[in-house]
């Protein structure tokens, strides 16, 4: 990876809109070697998808929460029967395993208070091989998506 590349990378962590033309322009490149270079940095995985950056509190998800979860069994067996659960559940919108205690963290949004308390009382608590749910309300988010340093 060149520093057109990191360009490229740069300028669509920015505005993944752009179109080839507009991007080309702004790393100083033709158009031709700036869509070559831009497949190849999709094929290679290095670009691994677009798309809109949604705003929770405009479509009325004005509650956020981290949740974190410590593991009865950490084996592999209960490890897939709760990843693959929680995938299921569409208020989770980001999910890491962590190495340590807790195993998991989650960051779930939802409508408000009572909706989160459903969520949590219906189905996080339900979730696989849990042992302990600990929860932290978000106050307001420092930074988000940040782009990747270059």
Same mark, same amino acid.
């Given at each position: 990876?060149?520093?057109?590349?990191?360009?490229?990378?740069?300028?669509?962590?920015?505005?993944?809109?752009?179109? =080839?033309? &507009?991007?080309?322009?702004?790393? /100083?490149?033709?158009?031709?070697?700036? $869509?070559?270079?831009? *497949?190849? +940095?999709?094929?290679?995985?290095?670009?691994?998808?677009?798309?809109?950056?949604?705003?929770?509190?405009?479509?009325?998800?004005?509650?956020?929460?981290?949740?974190?979860?410590?593991?009865?069994?950490?084996?592999?067996?209960?490890?897939?029967?709760?990843?693959?659960?929680?995938?299921?559940?569409?208020? =989770?919108? &980001?999910?890491?395993?962590?190495? /340590?205690?807790?195993?998991?963290?989650? $960051?779930?949004?939802? *409508?408000? +208070?009572?909706?989160?308390?459903?969520?949590?009382?219906?189905?996080?608590?339900?979730?696989?091989?849990?042992?302990?749910?600990?929860?932290?309300?978000?106050?307001?988010?420092?930074?988000?998506?940040?782009?990747?340093?270059?």
């Amino acid at each position: 990876m060149d520093s057109f590349d990191k360009k490229i990378l740069a300028e669509l962590q920015v505005d993944g809109r752009l179109t =080839v033309t &507009e991007l080309a322009e702004r790393v /100083g490149l033709s158009l031709s070697p700036c $869509h070559r270079r831009l *497949k190849a +940095l999709e094929q290679s995985g290095a670009i691994r998808d677009y798309r809109a950056q949604l705003d929770p509190p405009t479509l009325g998800l004005n509650f956020s929460a981290l949740i974190f979860v410590s593991m009865i069994d950490g084996n592999q067996a209960s490890v897939t029967k709760f990843e693959a659960a929680v995938i299921d559940i569409p208020q =989770v919108i &980001e999910a890491r395993r962590l190495f /340590g205690d807790p195993d998991y963290m989650l $960051h779930v949004v939802a *409508k408000d +208070l009572p909706a989160f308390q459903a969520l949590y009382d219906d189905k996080l608590s339900a979730l696989p091989g849990v042992q302990r749910l600990t929860s932290t309300l978000v106050m307001k988010s420092v930074i988000e998506n940040k782009p990747l340093p270059l």
